[in-house]
């Protein structure tokens, strides 16, 4: 389990961060300020840091750019807003991912899993869903399922991600990088093909991809109606 470093002048987010972690094993270094945030990154083993954007004499920005002198752990920005900008703003300072507020326990720790020392997976299997990346094809029932580029690439990122909620402007960022011509609205025709395709092969996307209103896409471990 993970030694998690979680920074927000609010005690109130930080007792809710930590009700969130530590039933799942994690170790909780709870600090209210950026400068005693670095006093623990000097003193002690870190695997994450969840840093607060808005915080007083020195904000998360400053604060991550501050830890990247010093550790190369990941870093999770969470902020207030659910903007492009933000997103942007966070990997120029270092930071590998961001999560909105209000946060949902379900989306920061399955960040968190994608962050702290998982090998990169190469295969998965999802309900009879196959998905070879080093062979980039994806099978269902050993029949071979045709996807672009693109839809191959997103698929790969919700097996990545299962429960977690992946919003559209981190999908646009992980796909295209930092290119500002694609609208975060371009993933819900890629998805939309993808869904497709996945139907056509006879896997019941439907069952397991749940559209979260206004955010993105979860997909989910259980069928929604099991």
Avoid at 124 to 129: K, P
Wanted: proline share 3%.
């Amino acid at each position: 389990m993970a030694r998690i470093l979680i920074v927000d002048d609010e005690q109130r987010m930080l007792q809710l961060m930590k009700l969130y972690l530590e039933p799942y094993g994690h170790t909780c270094h709870l600090v209210d300020s950026a400068e005693k945030a670095l006093e623990i990154v000097k003193t002690v083993p870190i695997d994450l840091a969840l840093l607060d954007v808005m915080m007083p004499d020195m904000d998360g920005w400053t604060l991550c750019e501050n830890i990247r002198r010093m550790a190369d752990f990941p870093i999770i920005m969470v902020t207030a807003r659910n903007q492009m900008e933000d997103v942007l703003r966070g990997r120029k300072v270092g930071a590998d991912d961001y999560v909105a507020k209000p946060i949902h326990e379900g989306e920061l720790l399955g960040r968190i899993e994608l962050l702290i020392g998982r090998e990169k997976r190469e295969q998965y299997t999802f309900h009879g869903l196959q998905y070879d990346v080093t062979g980039y094809h994806c099978t269902f029932n050993e029949q071979k399922i045709l996807l672009t580029k693109t839809e191959f690439q997103l698929l790969g990122k919700l097996l990545a991600s299962v429960n977690g909620i992946l919003s559209r402007e981190q999908l646009v960022l992980s796909l295209w990088g930092d290119d500002q011509s694609i609208e975060p609205r371009t993933i819900d025709s890629h998805m939309r093909h993808l869904r497709e395709k996945l139907r056509r092969s006879g896997f019941p996307i439907d069952e397991y991809l749940e559209t979260v209103r206004g955010v993105g896409y979860r997909l989910l471990e259980q069928a929604k109606n099991s």
